[in-house]
């Protein structure tokens, strides 16, 4: 399997532009998490998906900030519009949850920058 | 509400040489505890968890880490370090039940392995 894989790898953009991040989860997972990695708040959960339906999005910073998963393969991470604060690295995780707790597969993450 | 304290942010060892990385956390109810391990520019990886069971849990990589419920620790060692061994590690919580994979990570602690 590819593992989750995260798209693009950087961006840079300018303050007040829409920025999309993308995630395809690894095959067969029913949970997919958007973490937020900053020097200053460390790792932080914005918000998980079980079988693509949003469980808790309170994580979530501000409206700005909004996330779909319109398929099991498939999810998107949008800021609208973007400021210099979200510049950090986002990483996309997924797993699988069977009758114990299972291990979350992280992504190589989208380090965004904001100018 | 749960939280994790990684006590050193970074912490530097000589190839060979014992590795502890101290790990605290609180949580209301017995937790599930994660260590983690980022590599540069990439995203993170499970070392090892403790659900419940054994104290003592084995990882990869020839790391361990020992559940003191009195001590509220989960500190990671391995015996020898090697080169290799260089990352970033993350402790991490879980609270398990409908906090299903919303995981609360710790700061985070630099391992440098010199020769």
């Given at each position: 399997d590819a593992g989750v894989i995260q798209s693009p790898r950087h961006e840079v953009t300018e303050m007040g532009q829409e920025v999309t991040l993308r995630c395809k989860p690894i095959s067969g997972h029913d949970y997919l998490f958007w973490y937020r990695q900053t020097m200053m708040r460390g790792l932080?959960?914005?918000?998980y998906f079980n079988n693509n339906v949003p469980i808790d999005d309170s994580g979530m910073p501000e409206d700005r900030f909004s996330a779909k998963m319109p398929n099991a393969s498939f999810s998107t991470l949008k800021i609208q519009p973007s400021?210099?604060?979200d510049s950090a690295v986002y990483f996309c995780a997924s797993s699988l949850k069977?009758?114990?707790v299972e291990k979350l597969f992280?992504?190589?993450g989208t380090q965004l920058s904001v100018l | 509400a749960q939280s994790v304290t990684q006590l050193g942010s970074h912490v530097s060892v000589s190839e060979g040489a014992l590795v502890l990385l101290r790990c605290n956390y609180s949580s209301?109810?017995?937790?599930?505890?994660?260590?983690?391990?980022?590599y540069p520019n990439q995203g993170l990886q499970l070392l090892l968890k403790y659900t419940t069971g054994a104290t003592l849990v084995k990882g990869i990589n020839g790391f361990e880490a020992e559940f003191k419920k009195s001590e509220t620790s989960f500190h990671l060692t391995k015996p020898s370090a090697h080169m290799s061994d260089a990352a970033e590690y993350f402790c991490a919580v879980e609270k398990g039940g409908t906090s299903y994979g919303k995981l609360t990570f710790g700061q985070g602690t630099i391992l440098t392995v010199h020769p």
């Open positions: 932080e959960l914005l918000i400021e210099p604060r069977r009758t114990g992280f992504g190589s | 209301s109810v017995p937790p599930y505890l994660f260590w983690y391990v980022q």
